[in-house]
């Protein structure tokens, strides 16, 4: 991996306990997070629904500094993407395969001031996703079928990272779901650099460590 890729780590506060979502938001941060991966759900997109634009927004009150992204799991994302700029989001993540015209939504996340990233499920193939990387910050390969926390890490999705490594050695790539100390290892090998924890790193004891652990790990393979 090129030298100056970052080794960014994003928890996923979906499976942390949602009536404390500033407290727990901010002990992520605390403990080292780099930046807040916020999963919204519409329930069509995904058999799941989680939160939207306003609850982002009491968090953006709250929490000033930190670096947002939002894993838009939802049907139409070119709706939400003017709520999510207002809410103070910085990185609208998006998947592609529900929507006609990906480069318009590109173009309006940005024109809204925000980073761009295209996210694709396990069932497509990187080469759906290669189309827009000119226009876009980061891909996201997911290691679970979207909708729930807790699932089991897929590392047959590891081909998709390598492939896009080897072509793109500044891409943001990042990873989301089922990584936690077990799995980082496949990835930070694969080429990912922005890691996703939800549930490994929530329920550990001590989120530092972990943090730290999920952190070193890519470093090292940054080196
Ligand atoms: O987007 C999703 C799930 O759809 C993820 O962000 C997960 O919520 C991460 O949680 P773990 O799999 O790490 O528990
Ligand atoms: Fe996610």
């Not at 939207?52 to 947002?68: D, E, M, Q, T, Y």
Request: with cysteine.
């Amino acid at each position: 991996m090129a030298k100056h890729l970052k080794a960014l780590i994003g928890p996923s506060i979906l499976n942390s306990d949602l009536s404390k979502l500033y407290e727990e938001s901010q002990k992520l941060l605390d403990n080292g997070a780099d930046y807040l991966h916020l999963d919204v759900m519409d329930g069509h997109f995904v058999p799941n629904l989680t939160f939207g634009h306003p609850i982002v927004k009491c968090l953006r009150s709250k929490i000033k500094n930190a670096f947002f992204e939002t894993h838009m799991m939802v049907s139409n994302p070119e709706q939400w993407i003017s709520p999510m700029a207002d809410a103070g989001v910085n990185q609208y993540t998006f998947h592609i395969e529900p929507v006609n015209d990906v480069e318009d939504v590109c173009r309006k996340i940005k024109e809204n001031g925000m980073k761009v990233g295209v996210a694709i499920k396990p069932g497509t193939p990187v080469s759906e996703v290669e189309k827009y990387i000119s226009l876009s910050d980061m891909v996201l390969i997911m290691t679970v079928e979207p909708g729930f926390g807790g699932q089991k890490f897929m590392e047959n999705q590891m081909e998709k990272v390598k492939y896009l490594r080897e072509h793109y050695p500044l891409l943001d790539i990042e990873v989301d779901g089922g990584v936690g100390p077990a799995t980082i290892g496949c990835c930070a090998d694969a080429g990912a650099n922005m890691i996703v924890s939800g549930t490994a790193v929530i329920g550990s004891q001590d989120q530092a460590a972990t943090i730290k652990l999920l952190r070193d790990t890519v470093i090292e393979s940054i080196k």
